[in-house]
């Protein structure tokens, strides 16, 4: 069974930069979309970015255009996502989260167990 493993999250200030990885193990197929989902607190878990390994297709929510960008190293089976510009309502805690056999990331088949980020006013 796929397992992920997120780290990078930590305070920062409004306007600051962080990189959150996600580390995959374990897994038998190369074909699979992984991406980042974020619960923010009082509110439902949401989908934030996603990247195919089939095609290297992303996408990331309205709120994170401009400001996000999601990567891929096969070497290392590590996606990672770059945050900048980092505003309040980025405050929550990203999960890393993988589908198999797609190239879209919603209904994920294996989560990691997540990473907090607090972005400090």
């Known amino acids: 069974e796929m397992q992920l493993v997120e780290s990078g999250g930590g305070l920062v200030p409004v306007g600051g930069s962080l990189r959150l990885s996600c580390t995959a193990s374990?897994?038998?197929?190369?074909?699979?979309?992984i991406g980042w989902f974020r619960q923010a607190p009082g509110k439902e878990r949401e989908g934030v970015s996603c990247i195919s390994r089939a095609d290297g297709s992303t996408w990331y929510t309205d709120s994170l255009k401009g400001r996000a960008t999601i990567s891929n190293d096969d070497a290392k089976h590590t996606m990672y996502l770059q945050l900048t510009a980092l505003k309040p309502e980025d405050t929550g805690v990203y999960y890393c989260?993988?589908?198999?056999?797609?190239?879209?990331?919603?209904?994920?088949?294996?989560w990691g167990k997540g990473t907090l980020v607090t972005v400090s006013s």
């Open positions: 989260a993988a589908r198999l056999r797609a190239d879209y990331c919603t209904d994920p088949n294996y």
């Open positions: 374990r897994f038998t197929t190369d074909d699979y979309a």
